[in-house]
């Protein structure tokens, strides 16, 4: 996207960035291998090895007669070789693979379609695709999202090993805390940076609007009091009165007049009325069984089940990714 004011400065020009996007499941082909996935990456090194086999197969398929369109193909064959070599692309699988071992997937895993893997291992899947891009800055768009919390734990305890700098949009809290070593915050057109993580954000940001407050509130004081003082003695002391306005004047246009802070506005209250009373007994459920179909496999995740739920009771739909969310989103 173009910004729509200002400029965008790259800090190097080798800069390359990659991002791991909110909805990364949409950018993954189902129908692939696992190996596929990852090996799609290499738009450019794929397209090159095309056109090596397309000009093997033309030249095959030639007669001995036309020499000169031999040559050419032979030609363009040698120049297809260079750029192989250039890029490595026969290394590029065994690079593939690396990937996929950090990522977690076992060796016996790279012929699995995409489809068969569960939420949280896509993600994985997203991830390892963006970092065989080799980027030295990585963007990542609310990570989380759609991830049971074993996922979560996996990506955090990645992310914190990694030496490459990342920027993350995210509205996890947790996840921030323990990811993430600085903190921007973007209000009233101004970004202010805060080191530590996002709990160590909120403490110093209060910390700084408070003292900001303090600062304004104070000046503010004394500056009423030194009108009211140029208001009383203007007619009486004219030339003291104008030396003050004068030197007022040059304070409240100086590096040194604290500008009024931000006007956060009051918080959210939230105010929930009282449920409709109930009896002790809410449900009671005998001998229930579950299952649901995907496109794999037909998963049952419990048989002869019984349940008793009396008012009080807290009841939470636990599991691995993949294991029983349809179930979550039918009761």
């Not at 090159?48 to 193909?73: F, N, P, T, V, Y």
């Not at 104070?218 to 009165?241: C, G, L, M, T």
Request: aromatic letters at 8%; one cysteine or more; a negative charge.
């Amino acid at each position: 996207m173009e910004p729509t004011t200002g400029d965008v400065v790259k800090s190097s020009a080798k800069l390359r960035t990659a991002m791991l996007r909110q909805e990364f499941v949409d950018e993954l082909v189902k129908e692939r291998t696992l190996m596929e996935e990852f090996m799609s990456v290499f738009e450019e090194e794929n397209q090159i090895l095309r056109d090596l086999k397309a000009a093997e197969s033309e030249l095959e398929s030639m007669g001995e007669g036309d020499q000169d369109k031999m040559q050419d193909i032979l030609d363009r064959m040698t120049e297809l070789q260079r750029k192989a070599e250039d890029k490595d692309v026969y290394l590029l699988e065994s690079k593939a693979k690396k990937t996929m071992d950090l990522m977690g997937f076992q060796e016996d895993e790279t012929d699995d379609l995409v489809a068969s893997f569960s939420g949280g291992w896509k993600m994985r899947i997203g991830l390892g695709k963006v970092l065989l891009r080799d980027p030295n800055v990585l963007l990542l768009d609310e990570p989380t999202n759609h991830l049971d919390l074993d996922s979560v734990e996996w990506l955090e305890a990645f992310l914190r090993e990694q030496n490459i700098p990342m920027i993350i949009v995210s509205h996890d809290r947790e996840f921030l805390d323990q990811v993430c070593t600085k903190i921007v915050d973007a209000e009233g057109g101004i970004c202010t940076e805060y080191d530590g993580n996002y709990s160590r954000f909120l403490e110093l940001k209060k910390a700084r609007m408070d003292a900001w407050n303090a600062a304004y509130n104070a000046q503010e004081k004394k500056i009423k009091a030194e009108r009211q003082w140029i208001n009383k003695f203007k007619a009486k002391q004219p030339d003291a009165v104008k030396q003050r306005q004068a030197k007022l004047d040059k304070f409240l246009q100086s590096d040194e007049y604290v500008q009024k802070p931000p006007f956060t506005g009051k918080p959210f209250r939230f105010r929930f009325p009282d449920a409709p009373r109930l009896s002790p007994e809410v449900a009671e459920i005998s001998q229930l069984s579950h299952s649901y179909k995907n496109e794999l496999s037909n998963n049952r995740l419990f048989e002869y089940t019984d349940l008793f739920i009396e008012k009080g009771d807290r009841i939470a739909v636990v599991g691995p990714n993949g294991s029983g969310e349809f179930l979550a989103s039918s009761v």
